[in-house]
């Protein structure tokens, strides 16, 4: 029965002529490890690849060439999800990231029409040849994949708060993402463009409230997929699903613990899809090395750890699924 629900969702439902709003739902799982360790509240904190899906502004705050792998075992290991990222910083402080996103799912059964073909129920019951083996007539593999390439730019700014009183420093991050997305499902291809846009704005806590130990906040926005993104197939109606357009709030709290040699970030993400999303995380970092994070991913708990050696991380993430079962992430990045 799970995979019978599970199959429906993944490979069905696109084709129904009420799965339009649905045709994007595998974008819907996240990209990266580190961000679903934290709940999928990453939208205001955004500082590695993973961005690219999360907040394309953000890519912006990226100062080395780095390069991202993930995958992660879903469903009970019924489908898997990848996802790839490569950035690179250039001049006048802006950036640039392209990225691979693919949900796949293997060896589904399928069963030939050619048995029910010139044929009725008085005539299977009566004749063996024509009666059903409920042995599957061959298999298929399913997948849904997302291209992406996103732009940034990080605008520094000085903003005098009158003679009485200080200079506050803002940085302003503005950025966007262009996607294509292609759909297999058996023999039929649907496939589609779109885009995003973002913007996130970072300043000094602790000057603004004067109190001299808080640390810097983030606020995030992101569009995605503007005025719809539709997916046209190549059946013979040209039938057309569209990606609704998705608001997504962020806001972080980055915050130094110098008395351990540590640091701290506590996000929040709020989103529009069907319904309103509230999705919590938290990250602690021990020099620079051990991260321990968990949060609240869509009411689902999900726990990570991320373990840095030189210019490279290795992430790991759960997120429990319930009736569906826990999906596990892994992924590394390199820094050049």
């Known amino acids: 029965m799970k995979k019978t629900i599970i199959l429906l969702l993944l490979i069905l439902l696109p084709l ?3 799965a339009g709003r649905y045709a994007g739902d595998f974008i819907l799982l996240g990209s990266g490890v580190r961000p679903l360790g934290m709940g999928g509240a990453f939208s205001a904190v955004a500082d590695n690849g993973s961005a690219i899906y999360w907040n394309a502004s953000g890519i912006a705050q990226i100062t080395d060439i780095e390069v991202q792998f993930m995958h992660a075992f879903l469903f009970d290991n019924l489908a898997s999800y990848d996802f790839f990222s490569f950035c690179i910083p250039l001049p006048a402080s802006t950036t640039i990231g392209i990225s691979f ?16 073909k010139n044929s009725n129920v008085f ?3 009566t004749n063996v040849d024509l009666q059903l083996t409920g042995n599957p007539d061959g298999y298929f593999t399913s997948s849904d994949q997302l291209f992406e390439f996103a732009f940034a730019k990080n605008f520094s700014k000085i903003i005098n708060l009158g003679w009485e009183l200080f200079d506050l420093p803002i940085d302003y991050y503005i950025g966007g993402a262009f996607k294509y997305i292609k759909r297999d499902v058996y023999e039929n291809l649907g496939d589609g463009m779109g885009g995003d846009f973002s913007f996130m704005v970072r300043t000094d806590l602790g000057m603004l409230t004067e109190v001299p130990w808080l640390g810097k906040i983030k606020f995030a926005f992101n569009l995605q997929d503007i005025g719809g993104t539709k997916i ?7 039938h057309v699903d569209e990606i609704v357009t998705t608001p997504r709030l962020g806001l972080a709290l980055d915050q130094p613990l110098s008395f351990v040699d540590s640091r701290m970030i506590l996000a929040f993400d709020w989103s529009d899809v069907y319904e309103y999303s509230r999705n919590f995380g938290l990250e602690f970092t021990y020099k620079n090395i051990l991260s321990v994070r968990s949060g609240l991913y869509d009411q689902h708990f999900t726990a990570g750890l991320g373990f840095r050696y030189r210019q490279y991380t290795i992430n790991y993430a759960l997120i429990t699924h319930t009736d569906l079962g826990n999906s596990h992430r892994i992924g590394i990045t390199a820094n050049f």
């Open 16 to 18: 129904s002529l009420y």
């Open 101 to 116: 996103t693919q949900l796949s799912v293997d060896n589904i059964p399928f069963y030939d029409e050619i048995w029910i």
């Open 123 to 125: 005539k299977r019951s």
């Open 232 to 238: 046209t197939w190549d059946t013979r109606s040209k």
